[in-house]
């Protein structure tokens, strides 16, 4: 359809089906603004095309938009739960890459395939361009196609997961969030009885401008690993950093860094919604029937490599470390490297824990696969011949 061609009708046709059906509640359970996400499949599967740069647009504003909202914060939040979240972090990637190579050994799997189903099961695009490193073409190609048939299956694994998972564990989240207000404002009048100074807030685009610029660029530079290979922060990681720290600053000599509630509320929910609208074209494009077909046991092996660190991520997080819901929505979605699924968690809560959880597991869940595909490469592809 020639008018499924132009962007400017697929993001408002998306965006529109997708805040109708997520209206609708079944059970008091709806999709909300992650319904967006399905409209674009539905689209991408009828032939709907949207520029990456629309969707690269979006991520840009909504990550800079949580990142503004978690502000200083976040290094507190970091030092009182930092090793629980990076205990629960490595069990979850682990379990994930150790679910991937189960499953690649029953379906018959090679290395480079059990690699790109680890990868694509976490939307992990720079465990991508790692399992690449030193690739014939013959493995580059499985290693993308697995990849490819994966990561649809890691983005609504988890968005599902986070819509349901309320429901499932009989959770009050309004409760939830009050009694996490409280815990903070008891928190920061024992750091200081005066209070917290809050920092001005600014109209102006520029400071937006410049954090994301800087966030792009800080997520491009690579960071060494051993041997010749390198990984980077990537664009979500950088700019979620930079918008950090820049609310934590609040002021760049008389330029306030941090944006008013109404700009951040449109920058979040804008962004938020052309990320899920382009996402979802991406992904509809993919799943053509003959792919399906074709692909069945790596979709297959894919749901269980989605599934099993989830629940254990959970079963850490609840029963044994017993953290609060929303922070575990927020290591959930940073250990499975899921910006749809923050996205998605933003939309069950807009508390800072959710966004804090996330930063601070995101960067270790990201070395963690870059660390399991390279003792895939130099320690199980030989003994898999």
């Known amino acids: 359809m020639p008018v499924l061609e132009s962007w400017m009708i697929v993001l408002p046709l998306c965006t529109a089906l997708g805040c109708l059906f997520g209206s609708f509640t079944f059970r008091h359970f709806a999709l909300g603004s992650s319904a967006i996400l399905f409209a674009g499949m539905a689209a991408g599967a009828a032939g709907a095309q949207m520029p990456p740069a629309i969707r690269e647009l979006g991520l840009a504003l909504f990550i800079y938009s949580v990142g503004s909202e978690t502000g200083g914060g976040f290094l507190a939040a970091l030092a009182r739960r930092g090793p629980k979240l990076a205990a629960v972090c490595l069990a979850t990637v682990t ?52 990849y490819g048939l994966a990561y649809p299956a890691g983005i609504i694994g988890v968005v599902v997961f986070v819509q349901i998972a309320a429901r499932l564990e009989g959770v009050d989240v309004k409760a939830e969030e009050d009694a996490l207000n409280a815990e903070d404002a008891e928190a920061a009048e024992d750091a200081d ?61 008389k330029l306030p860094l941090l944006p ?7 920058l979040r929910d804008f962004g938020l919604y ?44 609840r029963r044994v470390f017993h953290i609060d819901f929303l922070t575990m929505l927020g290591i959930v979605t940073g250990s499975m490297t899921s910006t749809p ?41 030989p003994l898999m011949g």
């Not at 150790?98 to 465990?127: K, R, V």
């Not at 008013?260 to 449109?266: A, E, G, K």
């Not at 382009?278 to 077909?293: F, W």
């Open 95 to 146: 379990a994930g890459f150790a679910a991937a190579l189960l499953c690649g050994l029953c379906f018959g799997l090679p290395p480079a395939g059990i690699a790109g189903l680890f990868g694509g099961a976490l939307t992990s695009t720079p465990a991508l361009a790692t399992a690449m490193d030193g690739l014939d073409p013959a493995g580059t190609v499985l290693l993308t196609a697995s």
């Open 193 to 253: 009885p005066r209070g917290t100074p809050t920092p001005s807030a600014g109209t102006s685009p520029l400071p937006v401008l410049l954090v994301i610029g800087a966030g792009y660029a800080l997520g491009q530079l690579p960071l060494p690993l051993p041997g010749q290979s390198s990984v980077s922060l990537g664009s979500a990681g950088g700019i979620l950093l930079c918008a950090i720290l820049a609310a934590g600053k609040g002021h760049a000599g």
């Open 260 to 266: 008013s509630p109404q700009m951040r509320l449109f």
């Open 274 to 317: 052309a990320f899920l609208a382009g996402v979802g074209v991406q992904t509809g494009a993919l799943l053509n029937a003959e792919t399906l077909r074709s692909g069945m046991p790596v979709l297959a092996a894919s749901l269980l490599t989605v599934s099993l660190p989830m629940l254990v991520c959970r079963m850490l997080c």
């Open 341 to 381: 699924g923050l996205a998605a968690a933003s939309s069950v809560s807009p508390h800072r824990a959710v966004v804090q959880a996330y930063a601070a597991v995101y960067p270790l869940a990201l070395l963690c696969m870059i660390f399991m595909i390279k003792i895939m490469h130099i320690v199980i592809a």
